[in-house]
């Protein structure tokens, strides 16, 4: 990761005694193994303190799920895999402890990631999208795309907008929105489409480095997502998908008990089934 230049994703675990990954899953099932794959990236803290930029004692011990876009990834990968899917699908997750050390990553530290775009680090707490973009930019250049999802539970602000109900839904392609919320409607892990657009995007302009990595309160979820649009490629259908309200539950559910609830596994499952295999 060094030598590719991920220093978005190393700079958030370099404040931990454990080792940032990125691991990648292949299922190769198409009839043609070597056709263009679908990739879903998931965010994979898997324990967020927030850093430097330290989160309130109350309420900490919740982010060991902070894992649950890789979770579901994960998931997925195992679902395509054991039911044989025809269709060829990457999974790649971003893993890292976001850990206050004397090592740590600072606010107000200038990193450059793997797209060579550079970020102002406003504050470590706003993490995710650092891991993710490396992690979108080495999937794209390795096995080039024409979809990517990524599954995040990346800001608290998008439990204020949609509650435990819904997942946010952003994307660049109105068809692959349209396809991932008729998955959502029939798994029971239901999406709610949220806006893009530029003047969103400009709240993430840095005036030392190309971007920063937080903005404004309002709209903080929009403004997130429009940092990870940044680093999609020319081409690329691409939908982040905000599940901050959907990976951990206080009562049971339609697919879950009390607890973990691996949101977005049947979502994606369904998604690729109805329009990657054949």
């Not at 793997?114 to 995710?128: C, K, R, W």
């Not at 949220?194 to 969103?200: F, W």
């Not at 309200?245 to 998604?271: C, I, N, Q, S």
Request: glycine share 12%; aromatic share 6%.
């Amino acid at each position: 990761m060094q030598k590719l230049g991920m220093n978005a994703l190393l700079g958030v675990g370099r404040g931990s005694e454990q080792r940032p990954y990125l691991m990648a899953m292949r299922w190769r099932g198409g009839a043609d193994r070597d056709a263009t794959p679908a990739v879903l990236i998931g965010k994979g803290i898997t324990f967020d303190t927030g850093g430097i930029s330290i989160k309130p004692a109350q309420g900490m011990e919740a982010m060991k799920w902070d894992m649950g876009g890789a979770a579901a990834v994960a998931g997925a990968m195992r679902a395509l895999a054991g039911r044989k899917a025809n269709a060829n699908v990457v999974g790649v997750v971003a893993l890292a402890e976001n850990m206050p050390d004397g090592r740590a990553q600072r606010p107000g530290d200038v990193v450059t990631s793997m797209s060579g775009q550079t970020i102002e680090v406003i504050n470590t707490d706003a993490e995710g999208r650092l891991v993710l973009c490396d992690a979108m930019t080495w999937a794209q250049r390795r096995y080039q795309p024409q979809v990517m999802v990524d599954l995040a539970t990346l800001t608290g602000a998008m439990i204020i907008s949609l509650g435990h109900e819904y997942g946010g839904m952003f994307s660049n392609d109105d068809g692959l929105a349209a396809k991932l919320a008729a998955a959502g409607n029939v798994t029971g892990d239901r999406l709610w489409r949220m806006p893009l657009g530029e003047a969103y995007d400009k709240l993430m302009d840095s005036q030392i480095a190309d971007m920063k990595n937080s903005s404004v309160r309002e709209g903080g979820s929009i403004s997130a997502a429009c940092f990870l649009q940044r680093f999609v490629e020319q081409g690329v259908k691409w939908a982040h998908l905000d599940i901050a309200g959907m990976v951990w539950a206080e009562k049971p559910g339609h697919l879950f008990d009390k607890g973990a609830t691996g949101y977005g596994v049947a979502l994606l499952d369904r998604y690729i089934a109805e329009n990657h295999e054949r």
